[in-house]
């Protein structure tokens, strides 16, 4: 595999790099950015949007023609004249639309001054090398950049037009990502953030495939689904049985919590589930049976993420499977009626854990599914924070931001998240309930986050519980929403004593806070950009106020 080019787009697809590049390339082309398809399109490769291998030959062809009779100056009238061919045919070729014959390949090669094997290889000069890579990488023979709302040909033409200057770009990325050793699945977990940004995280298609699931199957009934009513559902309908023997007899398979045997028509599913964890499970087997994914994971945790396609049919399936465990209208409703409260009420919150039987991450994903489409709240994000042994360490394992990039967000230098913010406080809590009292029963909290020196305001809501892989550690799932407006109108409870508020900043080695008292670590980082700035002002001072 070529790593390099693949390397070369994840810093620019990674945190801001991600959101402002998509964008940009959405805003510059003329393109429309597609609407996610009608349900028979979930029956079709995602890759029809991909990139051929004699399409990108062409382009490569045609990129190279087009530098070569721009560096020496000549029109396209100039060259055909030289090349004996027509404007129109070499206009296509510089176009990725046509490829010569040889006759032409040797008349145009002896127009420009090249050789044959120049311009059929795909090495080319150092200026145009990173872009040609790029061309051949996996990245763009398998990223349905379509999705994203850039045509193929409109990103070759950006190269074409402006090769120097994307060269440039291209290779400085490749620097900065060489350093950090990343892996495509960096850029894919990435483009999928940015693609659920792109539609706030609400996904009609697949929302109108779970009610045409449940049409088709004549699913009715109460809420929560039973676990046997959904392993039924997926016997009866799509010949798959459940299997909980086999699977904790394999020790290697420990931190997996299922596994799909195609050959076997078999969900093996491991032991010491939660019956809202098994429900997930099959309701997400359903959907990757119902959808026909072609491309899919077998595992719960996605081993070999060597696809775009199958992290992001992994994530419409699970996003299918919270649907259909937790009815849209059901929960639009729910949500109406708790931020209706006049007061903050974690139990109250809480409940709707059993009343859907789902996990604590489930209800707050779905808050991020339906709260930008039905209540106009699209400035929000969700972390989930894991604490070790000693809450000593807290890392954040997932994280999605909509409308921009929120605070806090994942911090890969090793600093100390704030102590101050709730999903920390309430893992500690957590975990007193479980050395106190041995209750391992989930704990919701929720405070207003005024982020220090800034205008920026937070409600955020937080459930926490012992880890399941580790039940020494604790684990919290957090969503923030930005107070404004719209959030206000909702949420009557914003105003409560009960919602305690309280200053927080990102992580203690860049805080300015001087009276903290949860502070984990001193402000390392802040002092360094304050030695910098003495050092500026000395310099000013040596030379006269001037700039330095």
Known sequence: MNSVPIRVFLHSLIHSFTHSLIHSFTHSL?????????IHSFHTRTSQTMLEQQAIIKMIFGFKAKYLRQQQGLSLEELAERAGLSKSYLHDIEKGKKYPKVDKINAMAQALGVDYDFMVSTRASKKLQPIIDLLTSDFVKEFPLELFGIS???????????????????????????????????????????????????FEELETAVRQFREAFDVKGGLPYTTPFLEQLLRERFGVETDRQ??????????????????????????????????????????????????????????EADTFERLLNNFKASYFSVALLMDEQNMVEDIRAFAQKASWQPDAFLSLLDKYDVTPEMLLQRLTNLLPRHFDIKDLFFLRLVGDEGLQRFQMTKELHLSQLHNPYANELNEHYCRRWVSVNIIKKV???????????????????????TPN??????VAKPDFQ?????????????VN????????????????????????????????????AAPAVLEQQRKLERIMVAGKRLGGGGKV
């Not at 003329?30 to 009608?38: E, S």
């Not at 060269?167 to 990343?182: D, P, V």
């Not at 305001?457 to 937080?462: A, P």
Request: charged share 25%; hydrophobic share 35%; aromatic share 12%.
């Open 30 to 38: 003329p393109v429309l950015v597609p609407r996610p398809g009608k």
């Open 152 to 202: 193929p040909e409109k990103l070759f033409e950006l190269f074409s037009n402006t090769p120097d200057k994307v060269n440039a770009f291209i290779s400085t990325l490749f620097k900065i990502t060489r350093n950090y050793q990343m892996q495509r699945e960096h850029l894919y977990l990435a483009a999928l953030r940015s693609y659920q940004d792109m539609y706030d995280n609400y």
């Open 246 to 303: 086999a699977m904790p007899r394999e020790k290697e398979l420990k931190r997996q919590r299922s596994f799909f045997s195609s050959e076997r028509r078999t969900l093996f599913l491991n032991e010491g589930l939660s019956s809202a964890q098994e429900n997930f499970l099959l309701g997400r087997e359903l959907a990757f049976q119902y959808l026909k994914f072609a491309d899919r994971p077998y595992f719960t945790r996605i081993v």
């Open 431 to 453: 975990k007193s309930k479980q050395q106190l009292h041995n209750d391992t029963a989930p704990a919701a909290d929720a405070q207003i986050s005024q982020y220090w020196e």
């Open 457 to 462: 305001r937070y409600l955020c809501i937080s």
């Open 470 to 482: 580790n039940p020494n550690r604790g684990t919290s799932v957090t969503v923030g929403l930005l």
């Open 485 to 520: 407006d719209a959030l206000r109108r909702l949420f009557r409870f914003l105003d409560s004593p009960k919602l305690s508020t309280r200053i927080v900043n990102t992580t203690c080695e860049r805080c300015s806070i001087s009276n903290c008292e949860a502070r984990a």
